[in-house]
């Protein structure tokens, strides 16, 4: 069984910075791929980025050049660096691991003030 607890989430200007963190239970974190998702109100859950076990990324054009999704798998923990944030980011942001299962953690929330 995997857990994911999400962190970081909160309130920040137009502009500002906000990192998330997503600590992962149990063995398998290091060797699959796992994400950032985010769902703003009335919307549909929708990708932020992505990286493999080798460090691969992928990102949402809305997020690239502005969001930065890392991780260190000795702490089996991904990390999501948000710079220039906007309005428009502010959503409930889950991490996601993708194994014979799919995992999701509970959701941390982001809210951007303009």
């Known amino acids: 069984q995997v857990q994911l607890v999400e962190s970081g989430g909160g309130l920040v200007q137009a502009g500002g910075s906000l990192r998330l963190s997503c600590a992962a239970s149990?063995?398998?974190?290091?060797?699959?791929?796992i994400g950032w998702y985010r769902q703003a109100p009335g919307k549909q859950r929708e990708l932020v980025a992505t990286?493999?076990?080798?460090?691969?990324?992928n990102y949402a054009d809305s997020v690239k050049g502005r969001f930065t999704i890392s991780r260190v798998n000795a702490k089996n923990t991904v990390y999501l660096q948000m710079n220039s944030l906007q309005p428009e980011d502010t959503a409930v942001y889950y991490c996601?691991?993708?194994?014979?299962?799919?995992?999701w953690g509970q959701g941390t929330q982001v809210t951007v003030s303009s």
């Open positions: 996601e691991l993708t194994a014979t299962t799919i995992y």
């Open positions: 149990g063995s398998i974190f290091s060797i699959n791929p």
């Open positions: 990286i493999t076990s080798g460090g691969r990324t």
